[in-house]
């Protein structure tokens, strides 16, 4: 007879919350997003890179706040069902519902695709390896949290790593040539550049979704998203700035100039690192979110939003594991449709990332609720709420996609409650 867990297990320290968040934030976007701002704005795009640095600093501490004071694994969700109720707690789950059964397997055949590229698969090796991917990311969270952060931690440790050798072998070719004229194009692809580069910083939600099994939530949280967003900040920044130092961005598609820039340092081996590169990091993404994703709809279940089958936790591993095997289904479905009917990725893309912009707004907007006579707590809070509701503007009709989901999360939870 299966026993229900009370709680779930507080076994994350603060160096695998650092592991985990870098995970989710230092997606496959560090590929290709130096590239493009470069594209856009020329050496000026430094000048955006630093920007939406220093804006995502209230954001991030908007989100420190809210997970160290009130650690639930419900996340987002609990946050807006405490600042506006409980059909407003519901509609946001249901948002959640649009993002890691597609984003996963998006994430995955992205990774497949590096590796496929160097290795030579053909499409149906390229949605196997995808499919080992997403099986990987769900064992792991399966077999409890304390060993999805240590695994998460090697991967981090390899992509930074391999992060630090390509930027290290790239300084001796950087010219300082290459950054003059600095705005070749004028300053406003600089705010073009930056609102691109906003989903570069997507994916510090999906820690709070942890918050319940921090160790010490009210220290660990905020120490794990402060040491992540400097290491990611250095990376992008430094990423960036050989890539426009070694004028890179001009010799090719958005994908391949990386590769360019290794295989003129480095020889036949470039192949081989953006491959494992490509790879590692899709995977990193893939981790944590899975992670988050699990108790998201976990804790609704526990709040009766979703069916109660889920509100279960694994008697060994206390992990939900319920939900977990649930994802499998789902991830094989997507990978099915994507492989027989040839889906639009980007289109994908641009769905799965409206949501996540539309999530930050239901997040900041509760923040500015519950931080009431935090001072600049509040302030950092409203500063964000602006932000992504002017990065929201540019979401075209894909913004309509969380407007559909939320509306009939709101539906559902009006229903719950007559």
């Known amino acids: ?45 430094l000048v955006s890179w630093a920007l939406m640095g220093l804006l995502a600093i209230p954001l991030v501490a908007t989100i420190g706040n809210l997970a160290s004071h009130w650690p639930e694994a419900g996340g987002i969700a609990a946050y807006a069902r405490r600042a506006f109720g409980h059909r407003a707690g519901t509609a946001t789950g249901w948002l959640f519902l649009g993002t890691i059964p597609i984003g996963g397997p998006i994430m995955a055949l992205v990774g497949a695709s590096y590796l496929g590229a160097y290795l ?4 149906l090796d390229i949605l196997f390896t995808a499919a080992l991917m997403l099986a990987l990311a769900i064992l792991f969270n399966y077999l409890g949290i304390n060993l999805s952060g240590r695994v998460q931690m090697v991967v981090v440790g390899i992509i930074a790593l391999i992060l630090l050798v390509i930027i290290l072998s790239a300084l001796p070719n950087v010219s300082g040539q290459a950054f003059i004229p600095f705005a070749p194009h ?50 992008y920044l430094l990423l960036a700035f050989v890539i426009v130092g070694t004028r890179s961005y001009l010799e090719g598609n958005k994908i391949a100039v990386l590769a360019t820039m290794i ?20 995977y990193g993404s893939l981790h944590t979110y899975v992670a988050g994703f699990s108790r998201l709809v976990y804790a609704q279940a526990r709040q009766g939003d979703f069916p109660s089958f889920f509100s279960r936790l694994h008697t060994v591993y206390q992990t939900p594991h319920r939900v977990l095997l649930s994802l499998a289904p789902v991830f094989a479905l997507v ?34 609720r519950l931080l009431r006579g935090f001072g600049r707590g509040r302030l950092y809070a409203v500063i964000s709420l602006v932000v992504c509701l002017g990065v929201y503007l540019f979401t075209g009709w894909a913004g309509l996609y969380p407007v559909l989901l939320g509306t009939v999360g709101w539906i559902v939870g009006t229903r719950q409650q007559a």
Request: aromatic share 10%.
């Open 1 to 45: 007879m299966e026993r229900q867990a009370v709680v779930l297990k507080r076994s994350i320290n603060w160096a695998q919350g650092v592991a985990l968040t870098i995970g989710a934030v230092l997606g496959s976007g560090v590929l290709v997003l130096p590239v493009l701002a470069a594209q856009l704005a020329g050496p000026a795009s």
């Open 335 to 368: 990978l099915c449709l994507d492989f027989f009917c040839h889906l639009d990725l980007t289109v994908l893309i641009q769905f799965t990332s409206a949501i996540f912009i539309a999530l930050y707004i239901v997040c900041m907007a509760a923040a500015v």
């Open 120 to 123: 030579s698969f053909t499409p």
């Open 263 to 282: 295989f003129r340092i480095w020889g036949r081996p470039a192949g081989a690192v953006v491959a494992a590169l490509g790879f590692i990091v899709c």
């Open 186 to 235: 004028g300053w406003i692809p600089v705010g073009v550049a930056m609102t691109v580069l906003f989903w570069a910083f997507v994916g510090w939600e999906m820690v709070v979704h942890l918050a319940e099994e921090f160790q010490d939530p009210g220290r660990d949280i905020k120490l794990s998203l402060g040491i992540s967003l400097i290491v990611i900040n250095l990376l």
